[in-house]
């Protein structure tokens, strides 16, 4: 009994999806990460998402998805496991498919190779980004929540009396046409922003301080 115990405890399997995204543009952008950690019976243990650099590319928000998710399996006390991301780059590199040039990626090279050996075993393998929804959902909301959390601070600066209700869909602030549905604003910002084309072909619209002033200028009446 006491061995089948110390078998079940050295063979703590672990499933990680990871995930990272370089928005709006690439390089340059919002690297951010996520990542799922599911047990054998694929139900998830953890979830996580961050950022990554404030000005990275994709290939380092990647890689950053794969160590942070590393770490937390051995922290969890995993030793088995098997690692499914949509970067071809990532899980070539680290299956020596492909060399690992770039200054910038060595060092997280390094350090993913350097957590690895710490399992008892491990697999990497490349999946579509369809097949990687959770953790890739996980990278975007972190990066709407990084950008609109700055517009949210911009928003408290916005005093009541400059914001005019036209009716329940309508507003005008500072001078600027605001919709809520469908969700628009005539600013600069909104426009720019908006229009980046990694952002549209992910479908994510950010939300500019104006919007956000107003949305709590109605959640103030319903408080």
């Not at 990084?146 to 005093?159: D, F, L, P, T």
């Not at 950010?206 to 956000?212: A, P, Q, R, T, V």
């Amino acid at each position: 009994t006491e061995r089948r115990r110390n078998n079940a405890m050295n063979k703590k399997r672990a499933v990680i999806f990871f995930d990272g995204a370089c928005l709006p543009y690439n390089p340059g952008g919002i690297a951010t990460y996520g990542f799922v950690i599911r047990d054998e019976d694929e139900n998830i243990v953890l979830q996580e998402k961050g950022i990554a650099s404030e000005k990275g590319t994709n290939n380092i928000a990647e890689y950053t998805g794969l160590i942070r998710a590393l770490e937390k399996a051995l922290e969890l006390g995993y030793t088995h496991v098997r690692i499914y991301g949509d970067s071809q780059l990532v899980v070539n590199q680290i299956n020596e498919i492909y060399q690992v040039r770039s200054e910038n990626i060595i060092p997280l090279y390094e350090k993913a190779i350097k957590l690895l050996r710490k399992f008892k075993s491990w697999k990497i393998s490349w999946i579509r980004r369809e097949d990687n929804k959770d953790a890739d959902r996980l990278s975007t909301l972190a990066f709407i929540e990084y950008v609109e959390s700055k517009n949210r601070k911009k928003a408290r600066e916005i005093k009541p009396e400059e914001i005019r209700k036209i009716d329940e869909n309508r507003f005008v602030v500072r001078g600027y046409s605001i919709t809520l549905n469908p969700l628009s604003c005539e600013c600069p910002y909104f426009k720019k922003f908006n229009s980046f084309p990694l952002l549209r072909r992910d479908r994510i619209l950010i939300k500019c301080k104006h919007i956000l002033a107003v949305e709590q200028f109605i959640r103030s009446f319903r408080d």
